[in-house]
């Protein structure tokens, strides 16, 4: 198994739907940033329902050495802009980010990324997940936005739809 470094939203809405630890299936250890711990406490004061990192002894934050200043001028989060950057100093293991900008920066610096809905895919490979269609519904009531388009596609490649 491989590492993951992830930012907030994956963190995010698989803690509403009740299925975070399915990253211990996937990941041998999961790590993200002070960025991202920080992120999260402030939806929280907001009254957002939102995972204590503090809660999950399994999930180690790590700060980057490093924040590239050229990068501090696109429309990231310091989340994302922290977790990219940890993931450039490590090397190795999968960068979990579901923002589309984020990911195309990360896989323009030949990261490795999965999403939420890849998170899921997988589990429901591996049996994890009995029925993929009522996840997608749950992460939908959660307050992620999933596209009519995106739903199909995710629900083909579960062999769904």
Avoid: C
């Avoid at 999950?56 to 590239?68: D, G, N, Y």
């Avoid at 959660?142 to 769904?160: F, K, P, Q, T, V």
Wanted: cysteine-free.
């Amino acid at each position: 198994m491989t590492d993951a470094i992830s930012n907030t939203s994956p963190l995010l809405y698989l803690f509403r739907i009740g299925k975070i630890d399915l990253l211990l299936h996937h990941f041998e250890h999961i790590v993200t940033t002070p960025g991202v711990k920080e992120e999260l406490h402030q939806g929280e004061t907001l009254g957002y329902h939102v995972p204590n990192l503090d809660h999950f002894p399994w999930i180690t934050i790590r700060q980057p050495k490093h924040v590239p200043s050229e990068w501090l001028a696109s429309d990231l989060g310091q989340g994302e802009l922290e977790v990219i950057s940890l993931a450039l100093e490590l090397g190795q293991g999968v960068v979990l980010l579901d923002d589309a900008l984020a990911r195309n920066i990360a896989q323009a610096a030949g990261l490795t990324v999965w999403g939420t809905l890849r998170v899921l895919l997988e589990s429901k490979r591996l049996g994890y997940i009995e029925n993929m269609e009522s996840v997608v519904e749950e992460l939908k009531a959660s307050g992620m936005w999933i596209s009519n388009d995106i739903r199909y596609r995710i629900l083909r490649l579960a062999g769904e739809a």
